[in-house]
């Protein structure tokens, strides 16, 4: 039984960051996490492309317009929603997580996770490199551990194909 395992290893992979300029306190550090994981793991600074966009709710549509590019094995999305007295949060969160997570199955490419719904600023303060560390490294090593998965995955089934051709 086969058993198969991703691990954050980047080098030779593309990745695309997409962040949110609102509460750009918050997600310039996530962004500098999500390089830093990068370096780490061994993706080349020149295949890293950074995509700013106004805010979390612009975040699907520009994950999607790159990825129909066909240019990156992985995504990360970094964005920071600070819940206020009105609703405005619930739609803003709820709709920008969902457009993320649908777009992975669209497309096949994975997508780290990097948005912040928190209901403080402190709260996003201690999650961009505070105490609760970078969630814009977390959410980059996920989506190199995903993209190294989905190429074993690959691999695997095209020596399956081969060995059923021969």
């Known amino acids: 039984m086969p058993e198969f395992i991703g691990m954050p290893e980047g080098a030779g992979k593309r990745v695309v960051v997409v962040a949110a300029q609102f509460n750009r306190t918050i997600t310039e550090p996530l ?15 020149d295949d890293v492309d950074i995509l700013w966009v106004p805010g979390a709710w612009e975040l699907p549509p520009a994950v999607a317009k790159a990825l129909q590019t066909d240019r990156y094995d992985a995504c990360v999305a970094l964005g920071a929603v ?20 649908l777009l ?12 912040l719904t928190c209901d403080t600023m402190a709260q996003a303060e201690a ?13 980059t090593v996920a989506a190199l551990e995903m993209a190294d998965l989905f190429a074993r995955l690959d691999l695997a089934t095209a020596e399956d194909d081969d060995a059923g051709a021969a």
């Open 31 to 45: 962004v500098q996490g999500a390089l830093e994981a990068c370096l780490k793991h061994g993706v080349a600074l």
């Open 127 to 139: 999650r961009a490199g505070g105490a609760h560390g970078n969630k814009g490294w977390d959410a």
């Open 82 to 101: 600070i819940r206020g007295d009105t609703p405005h949060f619930d739609f803003v969160a709820g709709e920008a997580s969902r457009g993320l997570a």
């Open 104 to 115: 992975q199955g669209e497309f096949g490419v994975p997508v780290g996770f990097g948005l």
